[in-house]
């Protein structure tokens, strides 16, 4: 009667007068603002003397609490509390408490929690605070102190496939901390993992820190401002020597890769779905591989093309597959599907742009490699003819399967070079000797010809 929610109790309900006072029901059924809640057992019991001092419910304290069995049923998503435990409570005042329950969401796998820690909670400022409490989930175990404060706020509902609850990050405040044990991602296990989080009014921030990060360190720093639409993220990551090989591992990528690995730069979305952040998705970052080993099948494969037409692909050929390096670093642009990345690895240089979309997997993506004349650095091996050579490439197909190849025009510049340029004069003294051995002589000069005629073509063509 005083709340105006119809409440239906199916099973047996009793009172004791006798301090402490008590309370005790069973099968109790209610709705309330669209969510459909039912309890299988209730006990309470309050200090008589702090009823009796005070009407107001919100100054009354718990002697116990004990909840059993309760749904809460908020559409299709399903919250199962099996038990809550709390004892000596009184407003503002840290107590003890317990609680193991699922979260069933629509769509996705159930999350299993326990809590068990000390809680204070002031009804009539509407915030709680939980006090060195430790949780365990299927993902993570640690302990959190945090703060909490709830604004009462009608807010729309959120769409389906959002990242985030908007309406929670707009209604209610927190700050704290969380020390995780352990942090469990693909299976990997992540161990004293630092969490610090604050929200108000609807923008967030929340850092990570992990110590031990495949023998490196990594960080991450997440904002979210949820206060207007569309929800506006940041995010600006942070890893220092991580093991590549472990975190290739991790990734489920087949690139062999030997190296202590840094990254860190800034990425900017807009949105509250996965396609919309993928879709808006802006940064700009960078790396470095420091000194280390790394499978250069990829590149080798399409360049030996070019390297078995000067007739001598055994240079490329002998390249080790897992070649070891002294420089590989890069920029990395992001502007939605669209990708820019400058990479200088050795005396290689390599410019890549296009296309690639995560949701599908699907890569669109022009290569171009540069080898440096620059006798300081580690080099590889190449014929003289393509050191300062520009060479384009194509990779299509998936990041998973890349299908990558030289271009027709990377073939024309590179005729073109053997034909004309000073480089290319050790290549052409062997088609010269090629055309005395099987050219009759009084056609030789003219194969010549037609030779220097093709190459200035294809020089004239890339000057246009």
């Known amino acids: ?23 005790s029901a069973a099968g109790v059924l209610t709705e309330y603002e669209g969510s459909r809640y039912e309890l299988g057992e209730l006990a309470l019991d309050l200090s008589f003397m702090s009823v009796l001092r005070n009407r107001d419910i919100n100054q009354w304290e718990v002697v116990a609490l004990t909840l059993d069995d309760l ?63 430790r949780f365990e989930t299927t993902q993570a175990s640690g302990v959190c102190n945090l703060d909490a404060g709830y604004q009462e706020s009608v807010q729309p509902p959120d769409p389906e496939g959002a990242i985030i609850p908007v309406s929670v990050w707009r209604t209610v405040d927190w700050e704290g901390s969380c020390l995780l044990d352990r942090l469990t991602v693909e299976e990997q296990d992540f161990t004293d ?25 990594a960080g991450a720093l997440v904002d979210i401002d949820a206060s207007a639409e569309p929800v506006r993220w940041r995010i600006v990551p942070d890893l220092e020597r991580a093991d590549s090989t472990s975190l290739m591992e991790f990734l489920n990528q087949r690139l062999r890769w030997i190296a202590p690995l840094a990254y860190s730069g800034e990425i900017t979305m807009t949105g509250n779905t996965k396609e919309e952040l993928v879709r808006s998705v802006r940064g700009q970052t960078t790396f470095d591989g420091g000194k280390g080993r790394i499978d250069i099948s990829q590149i080798k494969e399409p360049l030996l093309t070019l390297a078995t037409l000067l007739r001598e692909p055994d240079r490329i050929a002998a390249w080790p597959d897992l070649w070891s390096y002294e420089r590989l670093i890069g920029d990395w642009a992001i502007d939605g599907t669209n990708h820019q990345l400058d990479l200088a690895f050795d005396n290689l240089t390599a410019a890549v742009s296009g296309d690639y979309d995560p949701l599908s997997d699907a890569l669109d993506m022009d290569v171009e490699f540069l080898f440096e004349d620059n006798p300081d650095m580690h080099s590889f091996d190449v014929n003289p003819v393509l050191v300062g050579l520009p060479i384009p490439m194509k990779c299509t197909g998936t990041l998973e399967a890349p299908q990558c190849g030289v271009t027709k025009e990377a073939t024309e510049n590179f005729v073109a070079a053997v034909l004309t340029s000073e480089a290319g004069s050790e290549a052409r003294e062997r088609i010269d000797e090629a055309i005395e051995e099987n050219v009759p002589e009084e056609y030789q000069e ?19």
Not at 193 to 217: A, H, K, R, W
């Open 1 to 23: 009667e005083q709340t105006g929610v119809r409440v239906d109790i199916t099973g047996d309900l009793s009172w004791r007068f006798f301090p402490p006072l008590g309370l």
């Open 71 to 133: 749904v809460i049923a908020q559409g299709d998503e399903i919250t199962e509390i099996d038990s809550f435990r709390l004892n000596n409570f009184k407003p503002a005042t840290p107590s003890p408490f317990t609680a193991s329950l699922t979260q069933k969401p629509a769509a996705g796998e159930p999350l299993p929690l326990k809590l068990d820690g000390m809680i204070a909670i002031d009804p009539s400022a509407r915030t709680a605070s939980l006090t060195e409490t």
């Open 193 to 217: 993992v630092l969490l610090t989080l604050e929200n108000t009014n609807g923008v967030s921030s929340t850092e990570m820190q992990i110590p031990d990060f495949f023998d490196g360190t």
């Open 446 to 464: 003219t194969a010549r010809g037609l030779l220097d005629m093709l190459g200035e073509s294809l020089k004239k063509r890339q000057e246009q």
